[in-house]
C-alpha cells in the first residue's frame, strides 16, 4: 500500500484507495496551525488515517476540525469515531446534515459497511461562507448537484489557489442525491474560481491550474449533452 504524501504547502494526502483503504475517497489534511481533515473514507480505515497523520510528522491530537463535503458514505464513514476520539467539530452543509446524522440514504448497504451516525456541529447555510480556521481562511461554497448539500472548499496557500472540489467527476443520478441541472451550474462556478490545483474528491490532485479548468469544463459539458 502506499503511503501519505505532501501536495503542496501545508496540504497533505492522506487517504484514498490506494492509501487508505479501497473504499475510501480522498481524504486532505492541512496543516493550518491547527489540523483540518476534509473527508473522512468509508469508515474501515480510521487507524490507518491516524497512522498517516503520524507518518508525516503531526500529531493527531492536534486535529480540530473535520470538514465533510458530501453525505455519502466513501466520506463519512469515519466521521464519527474521529469526531469522539478528537473532539473534532465537524462542518458540512445544512441540506446533508440529515443523512449524515441519521445515516439513512448515505449508501453504506452498497458498501457493505455500518455507518455511525456523526453530529454535525457547524451546519453551513449560505451560497458562500468564509471561516477562519488558525492560520487560514476558508473559503466555502455550496455546489449541489452530486448531492443536495455538496460543498467545495478554496484556500490561498501562498501564491496558489487550492480547491477541494469534491466529486465533480459525478455521479449525478437521483438515486444518489444527484441533479444534472444543477451540477452544471456548480461546475460553472468552480471555473470562475481559476484555482492553480484541485484536490478532487477520487481522482485525487489536478494542477496546474489549465489542466483543472479542463477537468471540469469536460464534465460540466457531459452533462449539457
Known amino acids: 500500500m502506499a503511503g501519505p504524501f505532501r501536495v503542496s504547502d501545508n496540504i497533505y494526502m492522506i487517504g484514498n484507495s490506494d492509501i487508505s483503504n479501497g473504499m475510501d475517497c480522498c481524504v486532505y489534511l492541512i496543516d493550518a496551525g491547527e489540523l483540518v481533515m476534509i473527508d473522512a473514507g468509508a469508515g474501515r480505515s480510521t487507524g490507518r488515517l491516524i497512522d498517516n497523520i503520524q507518518e508525516l510528522g503531526f500529531n493527531p491530537e492536534n486535529l480540530t476540525n473535520l470538514i465533510i463535503t458530501h453525505c455519502h458514505i466513501d466520506h463519512i464513514g469515519s466521521a464519527a469515531e474521529l469526531r469522539e476520539k478528537y473532539k473534532l467539530r465537524v462542518i458540512a452543509h445544512t441540506a446533508d446534515a440529515t443523512a449524515i446524522e441519521s445515516g439513512k440514504k448515505v449508501g453504506a448497504e452498497y458498501y457493505g459497511v ?60 437521483s438515486i444518489w442525491g444527484g441533479d444534472p441541472q444543477l451540477a452544471i451550474s456548480s461546475l460553472g462556478k468552480l471555473l470562475e474560481i481559476r484555482a492553480d490545483i484541485l484536490c478532487e474528491g477520487h481522482y485525487g490532485v489536478i494542477q496546474p491550474g489549465s489542466e483543472v479548468e479542463q477537468f471540469i469544463r469536460e464534465f460540466r459539458d457531459s452533462l449539457r449533452g
Open 114 to 173: 455500518r455507518y455511525r451516525a456523526c453530529k454535525v456541529n457547524l451546519k453551513l447555510t449560505e451560497q458562500r461562507e468564509e471561516l477562519i480556521i488558525g492560520s487560514t481562511v476558508f473559503n466555502f461554497m455550496h455546489i449541489p448537484g452530486h448531492t443536495p448539500g455538496s460543498i467545495a472548499i478554496f484556500i490561498k496557500m501562498g501564491t496558489q489557489k487550492v480547491l477541494f472540489g469534491q466529486d465533480i467527476h459525478g455521479p449525478y443520478q
